[in-house]
Every structure is written in C-alpha cells, then in structure tokens.
C-alpha cells in the first residue's frame, strides 16, 4: 500500500482528475501535485511518479533529474509512470547516464486490448482443436477499437490456419487503408476483411467466435451490438461473446436481465485501476519469463544487467518488456490447444507436453513469433539486419533448420517450468459431455446426492485430471450437473451451443430456468458454437471422452446415442450405471 508520500500525482487536467478518482476509490493514498516544481521535497521522498503523458514536457524532466540528483542514496530511483492515451507506448526519454529515474511508459488503450484478451480470451468462443478458425469482429473505430485489432494479430494463433479479423466501418475503405499502411505485412498470417458497419458480409466465411464493439459515443454501440447479435443468430446460427464499451455509464440491472451475449466493459476502467497501472498486475508471468531470460544468462557467465535486454524489469525498456508479454499473453492459448489447466502448483506432482504437442506448439509459436516482428515492420532476408528488420528466420516452420526449430521447441517445453515459478501447475482435462434430457430429471435432493456420488467417483479416479462440464445447459438435469461440479469439485463449464443462445433462453419453461441458465453461462470457460447439422454429436464423438446421461439406459452400449466407448447413465429406476469398470 502506498502511502502519501510515496506516491505522487502530477497534473491539472482531465487524465490527472480521472487518475485521482480511480486512486481514492481503490483507497489508494497519493499527494496531489500541480507542478513538479512546487513539490521538490515529495518527489525526493516519493518512491513512484504518476505523470500524465500531456504534462511531460522536457523541462520537466530536467526538474526530475535535478531534484532526483539530491535525493538520499539509500533510497531506490525514483519510478516514473507516463501515461499515455494512444496504444503506442512510444520510447521513454533520453535521460544522463546518472539520472535516478526509472521511466516506463504506460499506454491507456495498449495496455487495455491486452487485459481485455486476458480476460475474455479469443478461445472463449471456439474450440481450435474441433477444427474452429477464430475470427474476431470489430465494430466501430473508438478507442480500443485499433489497439485490440493489433492484439488480437498477435495472440490469435491456435493452428495452422489463418485467423479471419473482420472491421466494421462506417469507412471501411479508409479503415484499411489506415491498417494497412500501419501494418502492411498483417495481411501474410491472418484474413483481413474491412466492411461497412450496417453490412457485415457473413455469408461464406468462419462463423464469428468474439466480438468487440467501440463506438463514439459509446451510447450508440449498444443497439450496434443488439443488431449484431440478431444477425449474427441469423445468419451463421451463433451466439459469440460480444463486449460492449460502455465509456462511462455504469451497467445496472442483474443476471436475468442478460441476453447471454452482451459484455459491457470500460477500457478506461479496467486499466487505470491502481493495481494494475502501479501494481503490474497482468505482467506477473512477462516479469517470470524475464526473470528466467536473466538467470539463463548468468547461468552462462554473462553479466544480464550489461545487456539492454537482461536489464532488471524496473529499468528495461518498453520494447523488451513487450517482448516478454507477447509472449506470456499467448501462453494461455497454447493450454486451450493442449485441453490443459492452470492450476495451483501444490495440486500437480509433474508435467510435460507430448512429443506430437511439443512439435505443434512449436509451430505455432513459431507463427506466433513471426507474426509479431511482421506487426513490428520486420521482413525476411538472407542476412539479419537490425537496423533494417531483416530476419532470416522469416520463413515457414517447416523450412527451419533442425537448430531453429529447437529453439521454438525449447520455448513450448519451458512454459510448465515459467508456470511453475508463478505458483502454477498443468493438468490435463477429463471432458465429461452431459447429454441432453428430455424430461425434467433434476430431482429434489436425492438427485443431487446420486449426480455428487458420480462426481465424486469421477475425482477419485483422475485426481490428477481436471474436470470440465461440457454441455448445452438446456434441460434443468444438465444445469445441475454443471451446477454441482462447478460449486463441489472445481470443475471447469463448456458450453456447448448448437443453437442461438437465445433460442435456447427462449425455451426455458419459466424465468428461474431462464436466470440458472445465464448464471451458469456466465461463469463458463468457454462456449462453443455447433451450428452445423450434426456438429453437436460430432462434437460429442470427437471431444468429450466420458458421456454422462439421464433416463433409461440404451439396451447395449453399441445403441447410446453417441458412440463413446465410457458412458455414466443415471436412471431413475435402475440408479447409475457405468460402462466401464475402474
């Protein structure tokens, strides 16, 4: 916790207001400052700077050094947080070598695209290893509209497919040619579409797994979003998630007034909150991959601290700290493509990836790499040019020497060691599907104690398993299964979704049925859209490795109606039972 003398807020304008605002309603305590030069003695004191990027003059810096040169020797330099509203971090000052500062820029709409795709990540509304193309809509040209554009690029490599990025416009020309003249190489690893906002030409393309909305005023997006909802039900049969920037206003209402769609979220909210602007939350595992990059190098008698790269975090620059999150941001799509979990560590003896899982990720890590130096303005020659951005590596996986394919293979093998120094262990996931019930067979608490008895057996027998509820929530015995083993044993919820979200709302017999369903929607890892005609069985079949059902038992395994080789039936008459014995 920062006290008043250690933390400082300079500024007289609208940043610097709404910067003390978020402050005091987190009971952050601060010194507010107009100037620096009227409160030398706090800054010599203070252990971190808040600055508004508008406020940063060169003059200003000049008074930093100078006061920063007397401030006693045994405290640490003086950290100083640029804020910024663009996504481009842009390059810390020039500062003398013996300056005692510690300068980080802070982009507003940067640092939002990247908790925004932490926190409802792409694979939210797909399932990659069914074969799904993630394709990310957005709509509307308000900030973060551009900056989740760019990080969605950057984290959305799940195969070796292309990812489809569609842009509504109410230019779209423009809108690409602005994209394109930033980033003219983001067109060799993705499909770009740019379309206008009222028309946005689904036919014939991947059904759209998430969906952004940013409009200027944000109150317009939200019929914006209503439409692409509808149309997107229409259209291509699914329901993604859509995420609503609300600007300012303040969402009410509870669960049952929710679509089942609808997000909202303020970037501005999300980002200038003290923990993460001050506290780093969200770098935690860019700081462990770091760290690691340090140790390695001490581990090979090099000093790291010579080395502008091996810098301790406080004073490493923002390119190479970008470095480290682009990489730590797209470790969590590697888990969703290796069905792993994230677990705490005390609870995994030991991990490790399978060759066939080793040399997949490694090819899309290596997609992953190359795609972020294209966005960087890098391009392939023979010889590596810095100055320049050329890169030899610059090629496909497959055209890698043995030597360079190590070295994406080395990445993919380290990332159970980097979780482990955050407090995390991997564990693999027991995809138990619940197949669809006719009839009303939630039962009172007999129910209840037979579905936590088969729950229970399930943990017993894969206690290094973890277990994930795949199901469409439409009937009350489904909700129930995901309800207990969500609450109980720390289950994990897909959602799977072969009709419209709000066809299957509209089907619930009363409002309470309606509101369990969003309740439980809104705490699923994922939701899957299965619109095709037999994709859900297909689904089924594919991907779930236990089918769980409520009834009477089909008369031989060989008639259920999906053929898994393990099948749990609970019976109301005959009570449960297993095709497979333990």
């Keep these: 916790m920062f006290n008043r003398q250690r933390l400082i807020l300079c500024g007289t304008g609208a940043l610097t207001q709404e910067l003390g605002l978020y402050f005091r309603q987190a009971g952050r305590a601060f010194h507010a400052a107009g100037r620096i030069a009227d409160c030398p003695g706090p800054v010599r004191r203070a252990h971190t700077l808040v600055l508004p990027g508008i406020e940063a003059t060169p003059g200003v810096f000049d008074q930093l050094v100078e006061i920063c040169r007397r401030r006693p020797r045994r405290r640490p330099p003086l950290r100083v947080i640029l804020v910024d509203e663009g996504g481009d971090a842009g390059d810390e000052p020039a500062l003398p070598a013996d300056a005692r500062l510690l300068v980080e820029r802070f982009g507003i709409e940067r640092n939002a695209a990247r908790v925004l795709l932490t926190r409802w990540p792409l694979h939210l509304g797909a399932d990659p290893l069914?074969?799904?193309?993630?394709?990310?809509?957005?709509?509307?040209?308000?900030?973060?509209?551009?900056?989740?554009?760019?990080?969605?690029?950057?984290?959305?490599?799940?195969?070796?497919?292309?990812?489809?990025?569609?842009?509504?416009?109410?230019?779209?020309?423009?809108?690409?040619?602005?994209?394109?003249?930033?980033?003219?190489?983001?067109?060799?690893?993705?499909?770009?579409?740019?379309?206008?906002?009222?028309?946005?030409?689904?036919?014939?393309?991947?059904?759209?797994?998430?969906a952004f909305v940013s409009t200027d005023p944000p109150e317009a997006g939200l019929e914006l979003a209503r439409q692409l909802c509808r149309r997107l039900a229409d259209e291509q049969r699914v329901s993604p998630p859509v995420l609503l920037e609300v600007g300012r206003a303040e969402p009410v209402g509870g669960v049952g007034d929710w679509d089942g769609q609808l997000i909202p979220f303020s970037h501005r909210r999300l980002v200038l909150c003290p923990e993460v602007l001050l506290d780093g939350r969200g770098d935690e595992l860019a700081r462990v991959i770091h760290g690691h990059y340090r140790d390695t190098t001490a581990a090979q008698g090099r000093d790291p601290a010579v080395e502008p790269a091996g810098r301790s975090w406080a004073g490493l620059s923002s390119s190479y700290r970008d470095a480290n999150r682009h990489q730590a941001d797209h470790l969590w799509a590697k888990l969703a493509i290796t069905d792993c979990l994230a677990v705490p560590e005390d609870l995994v003896e030991s991990f490790a990836f399978a060759p066939v899982e080793v040399e997949r990720l490694a090819m899309i890590e290596h997609g992953r790499w190359a795609a972020d130096r294209y966005l960087d303005g890098w391009t392939y020659a023979p010889e590596r040019d810095n100055a320049r951005k050329h890169h030899p590596q610059l090629i496909p996986y497959a055209a890698l020497s043995g030597p360079m394919k190590d070295l994406d293979r080395f990445a993919v093998r380290l990332a159970p060691r980097l979780l482990a120094r955050s407090g995390l262990?991997?564990?693999?996931?027991?995809?138990v599907a619940v197949e669809e019930s006719a009839g009303d067979n939630s039962g009172p608490g007999g129910q209840r104690a037979v579905v936590d008895g088969v729950l229970r057996r399930l943990a017993q027998r894969h206690p290094d398993r973890g277990l994930v509820i795949a199901s469409t929530l439409a009937d009350p015995a489904s909700r129930l299964v995901a309800r207990r083993a969500l609450d109980g044993f720390a289950a994990s919820l897909f959602v799977l979704c072969p009709r419209p979200i709000s066809e299957t709302l509209a089907a619930q017999p009363h409002a309470a049925a309606r509101a369990e369903l969003l309740a439980l929607l809104a705490r699923a890892r994922r939701r899957i859209a299965l619109p095709g005609a037999g994709e859900h069985e297909r689904w089924l079949a594919q991907r779930a490795e236990i089918l769980l059902g409520f009834g009477a038992w089909a008369s031989s395994p060989g008639d259920a109606p999906v053929p898994i080789p393990k099948r749990v039936w609970i019976d109301p008459t005959r009570g449960v039972d297993w095709s497979f014995e333990y």
């Design 130 to 210: 069914f074969g799904q193309v993630i394709h990310v809509l957005v709509a509307g040209d308000a900030p973060p509209a551009d900056t989740l554009r760019l990080q969605a690029l950057r984290v959305a490599h799940y195969s070796d497919r292309p990812s489809v990025l569609t842009s509504l416009a109410a230019d779209p020309d423009a809108c690409r040619r602005l994209f394109e003249t930033a980033y003219p190489q983001a067109g060799r690893f993705s499909r770009l579409r740019f379309r206008h906002i009222d028309d946005p030409g689904l036919d014939g393309i991947p059904p759209v797994t998430a």
């Design 425 to 431: 262990g991997l564990v693999r996931m027991l995809i």
